[in-house]
Each structure stands twice: as C-alpha cells, then as structure tokens.
C-alpha cells in the first residue's frame, strides 16, 4: 500500500508533482503527503491544519493540491423573525467569522426586530448573469448581431436550456462598444447559485450566435456579468438575487433598546452611508452589510469572493411621525446582487451542509428556488440586524465602549 511518506519522497525526488498525488493514492493520504512535502520545506508543523472531520474526496469538486482545512470559529444568531415570499417564520442564522463583537451585534438587532414583530422580505429579481464578449467588424455588424439577438431569442434559449435540466435563459441584454458585441445573458437557476449552470449554457448560445451572426467569441466572460468584481451593473441591474428587507420599529423601542432615536439613526444614516458613502465614491451606501454576508456565506457554502457584490447594498432609515406626536423607525435593507444557493458548491461539504439544515433550507426547494429564496430572504434579515444595531451603537456613541466591553 503506498503511504504518505512514500509519496512524499517522490515529490521530493522530483518523481510526481504534488497535484498528481491522488492519481496514486486515496485523496486523505495524498493530503497528508503534501502536509509531509510543506513541513520539510518550511519547517511548520501542520498538525492543526490536518485535523479535518470530512473524508478528504467529499472536497474534491471544491479544492485542488489539499492540504487540510481552514476552522473558522462559527456561532449562531437569532431567531430572525421572517416574514418572507419564501421565508415565514423564526430562523437561526448561523455565521463564521474571525470579527469579535460581530455575532453579538447582530443578535441585538434582531432581538430588536423580533420584538417589534418581525421583519418583512422579499426578492424581488433573479438572474444569475454571464456575459461573453464577442468581436465584429464594425457598427454595421454590431447591429446586425444584436438585430438578430432580438429576433431570435428563443433559438438562443434553446441551445442554452438544452445543457441543463434547471436552468431557464430569461434575458439577453446586448452592449455595444465599437466593435466589441457584450450580451448579458441572465439565467433562473432555481436553488442553485448557478454559476457554473449559466458559464456552459453561455457557452452553448455563444455557438448559435457565432453560426447565424458575423460576431466571433473573444471570451465567455467580457465583466459585463460582473463576477467578483464591484460593478454598477450589478448594483442597478442585479445579479443573482436581489432582495430587500424592512422593519418598523416604535421610538419607544428605539430608545429602549438601542439607546437613541429614531431621529438620531436617520441622520446618522444620511450623512454616513448616504452623503459619506456618495462623496468616497462607493457603490454600496450601508454601514457594514458584507459583514453579515460574509459571515453567513463561509457558514453556509456560498461562494465567498462573491460578497464584494453583495457590498452593493442600500440602507434606508427614516423618522416617520405618529399621531400621537411621537415617532417610529422605517429600516431597510436593499441587496441589489445577492449570489445564494442552498444545493452545488459549498453547500455539499458536511460543516456547511449542516448549517444549512440548521435553517431548514438544505437542497432544494419546493418549489424549485424557494430554498434558495428564503436563503437570501433570511441572509438580508440578518444584515438588517447589523446594520439597525450598528447605527444604533454610532448615534448613541457607543460603539467603542461596545469593542471595550466585549474585550475585542
């Protein structure tokens, strides 16, 4: 039986090369093999690193060259009291993240909106994008590509839906540029987040546009999607789901529980993540929604790098008079670009997976995209939280006290 050692020999020998260990070995001892590579080479020992609890092949379709795996410390907030399209209900929200105080915060602003009653959400657009760019001679052939586009969007939806069993081609949105041709296919990819789904249904339309049109395929992506990139494309048009949550909170409470008004966390609103956000020039105008993304993305399988889209974020809060002469809170929440999905990637490796039937929403839903719905519902619930807790912590002036308090 070949071990460890034996394969780390001949990586050090220069016999394999590291990312062809599993072509000789099960997938636990090819990483354990590297594990043995890198300590010899640096010195570190990575005793830590190797103290997985998955049989290292259910990682095959997520990593390459494994080595073990990254613990980050996850906790649980909640309940986040939903009142949804997809979501209805108390949810438990689990979050992984390395930022003290965080998880805290969050569970303050929901414990604020459960007693309140709850929080409203709902998606209002989906469309998973991919956008290839393709080269012409000219205007004139720009236009005759795009003319046909337009008049043939359904051959189109035909070569791309004939690559997948769940994935629906929406829209094409062509853009001209000289003589660059980007089409921005959007695609309803159920529970899935869909990515890989709209690259190769892409790629199957981009062959029926390159038969029928004089427009030749430079590269399936053009950043027109735009994938992990900040983009005002996304911002505006969306990408994947774009969802929004809201609340209304008595003054009452305000002042009960967040120590402030109603008044003070609109202003407070207005000139941060409104007048302070446009003057440096963000495409995000909250005060910390990545933050929540981030931390229930890790814990739930979703794509991580895909949080700099979900930045996108638009934090309303309002004063709004009462009859009575007093005053409640408006809060929302607004997600123009929320990439979830509750089945494929991440969300099959089993700490994830488990997260996800924490929220009930593991696999997929019935019907198809309601998981993946609520997902995102909940997620916006979360970041809601955060962001009323955060503003309430900053016009109170409390927020380094808060830091202080919680030793971070």
């Keep these: 039986m070949t071990t460890a050692e034996d394969l780390a020999t001949r990586v050090r020998e220069g016999d394999l090369r590291i990312h062809e260990l599993e072509d000789h070995a099960d997938h636990d001892t090819a990483a354990a093999a590297r594990r043995l590579v890198l300590e010899a080479e640096t010195g570190v020992d990575l005793?830590?690193?190797?103290?997985?609890?998955?049989?290292?092949?259910?990682?095959?379709?997520?990593?390459?060259?494994?080595?073990?795996?990254?613990?980050?410390?996850?906790?649980?907030?909640?309940?986040?009291?939903v009142d949804g399209g997809a979501a209805d209900g108390e949810?438990?929200?689990?979050?992984?993240?390395?930022?003290?105080?965080?998880?805290?915060?969050?569970?303050?602003?929901?414990?604020?909106?459960?007693?309140?009653?709850?929080?409203?959400?709902?998606?209002?657009?989906?469309?998973?994008?991919?956008?290839?760019?393709?080269?012409?001679?000219?205007?004139?052939e720009a236009a005759e590509t795009v003319e046909w586009v337009d008049e043939n969007r359904d051959a189109l939806a035909e070569a791309a839906e004939s690559t997948t069993s769940h994935g629906e081609l929406l829209g094409v949105e062509p853009y001209?540029?000289?003589?660059?041709?980007?089409?921005?296919?959007?695609?309803?990819?159920?529970?899935?987040?869909?990515?890989?789904?709209?690259?190769?249904?892409?790629?199957?339309?981009?062959?029926?546009?390159?038969?029928e049109t004089?427009?030749?395929?430079?590269?399936?992506s053009g950043n027109m999607c735009s994938d992990k990139k900040p983009a005002a494309i996304n911002a505006i048009e969306g990408r994947g789901r774009s969802v929004t949550a809201d609340v209304v909170i008595s003054g009452e409470l305000v002042e009960e529980r967040l120590h402030t008004t109603p008044e003070a966390i609109a202003e407070a609103n207005t000139r941060k993540n409104l007048t302070g956000s446009a003057?440096?020039?963000?495409?995000?105008?909250?005060?910390?929604?990545?933050?929540?993304?981030?931390?229930?993305?890790?814990?739930?399988?979703?794509?991580?790098?895909?949080?700099?889209?979900?930045?996108?974020?638009?934090?309303?809060m309002d004063a709004r008079k009462r009859e009575d002469g007093g005053s409640d809170l408006y809060?929302?929440?607004?997600?123009?670009?929320?990439?979830?999905?509750?089945?494929?990637?991440?969300?099959?490796?089993?700490?994830?997976?488990?997260?996800?039937?924490?929220?009930?929403?593991?696999?997929?839903?019935?019907?198809?995209?309601?998981?993946?719905?609520a997902l995102a519902e909940v997620i916006a619930v979360g970041a809601l939280a955060g962001e009323l807790s955060l503003l309430g912590a900053l016009s109170s002036r409390h927020l380094a006290s808060a830091h202080e308090e919680l030793g971070r």
């Design 279 to 316: 003057k440096a020039g963000a495409l995000g105008f909250n005060a910390h929604a990545a933050n929540v993304v981030a931390a229930a993305f890790l814990a739930t399988g979703q794509d991580e790098a895909q949080v700099v889209e979900a930045a996108n974020t638009i934090t309303t």
């Design 91 to 140: 949810y438990y929200l689990p979050l992984a993240t390395t930022e003290g105080a965080l998880l805290a915060s969050v569970n303050r602003g929901l414990s604020v909106i459960g007693t309140a009653g709850g929080a409203t959400a709902r998606v209002t657009k989906n469309g998973m994008t991919r956008a290839p760019v393709f080269r012409v001679e000219g205007v004139a």
């Design 176 to 211: 001209v540029v000289g003589d660059s041709v980007f089409l921005r296919f959007a695609y309803d990819t159920k529970d899935a987040m869909g990515m890989n789904m709209a690259t190769i249904a892409t790629a199957a339309a981009c062959e029926v546009v390159e038969e």
């Design 331 to 373: 809060a929302s929440v607004s997600l123009a670009s929320l990439e979830v999905g509750t089945v494929g990637g991440g969300t099959k490796l089993p700490t994830q997976s488990e997260a996800l039937e924490i929220l009930g929403l593991r696999g997929g839903g019935d019907p198809a995209g309601s998981n993946a719905d």
């Design 47 to 81: 005793e830590t690193i190797a103290d997985y609890s998955f049989p290292a092949a259910e990682a095959e379709p997520n990593v390459e060259n494994m080595i073990g795996a990254a613990q980050v410390p996850m906790g649980v907030v909640g309940p986040a009291t």
């Design 214 to 220: 004089p427009a030749s395929l430079v590269a399936l």
